[in-house]
């Protein structure tokens, strides 16, 4: 064998060793969290609250975080994903956020729902814009809020919130801030329907 193909046998050797050794980047776990908008509203009598089921588009039902690039890409990144399924982390903020603005309120999230909820609530996600290089997350979520007695309450609340910061923390932190909007107008409807009762 001539001492080339043994140095380029050797070179090659050397790079996969390298390669094997090289650590990939570290992948990160975000949550969505509750986040105070505005004062709670009175509440007189205890009041149980039943969120579920929350569905999410195909697009973002997936552990990693997805940003959008332009109207017709996506950035789907290995290395920064969701803490737990999306559906979950959204059914639970709105749960944390309605607990904050009715007082008095017990909220369970689907599918543990609280005996005897006098009130149930169904959330569709139909978009949650995640924008790749600053500017505003958006979502768009349909609900209906369901009294035990009397009529469903339907809205759809579309938030448009800026992303105050770099990177997925501050892009995270908007979509909180904009579940939070849409908890306040869910409140607001559940307390439209408890004033309908008396």
Not at 4 to 15: E, G, H, K, M, P
Not at 131 to 149: E, I, M, Q
Request: charged share 15%; net charge positive.
């Amino acid at each position: 064998m001539s001492l080339y193909r043994v140095l380029a046998l050797a070179t090659i050797a050397s790079s996969v060793i390298a390669v094997g050794c090289a650590t990939s980047p570290t992948t990160r776990f975000y949550t969505l969290s509750p986040v105070r908008v505005g004062e709670p509203t009175s509440a007189v009598n205890p009041i149980a609250i039943a969120i579920g089921p929350v569905t999410v588009p195909d697009l973002v039902d997936r552990p990693q975080i997805v940003s959008t690039i332009d109207v017709n890409r996506v950035s789907i990144d290995e290395f920064a994903r969701w803490a737990d399924p999306l559906k979950s982390q959204v059914a639970r903020a709105l749960a944390e956020d309605l607990t904050q603005l009715i007082p008095g309120s017990v909220v369970s999230v689907y599918p543990q729902r609280a005996s005897g909820s006098s009130h149930g609530v169904s959330v569709d996600v139909q978009s949650f814009d995640s924008p790749k290089d600053g500017g505003a997350v958006t979502s768009a979520v349909v609900w209906s809020v369901r009294p035990s007695k009397g009529n469903a309450i339907d809205g759809r609340s579309v938030v448009r919130e800026n992303v105050r910061g770099a990177g997925y923390n501050a892009l995270v932190s908007a979509h909180s801030r904009a579940l939070a909007y849409v908890a306040s107008d869910i409140a607001a409807a559940i307390q439209s329907a408890r004033r309908q009762r008396f």
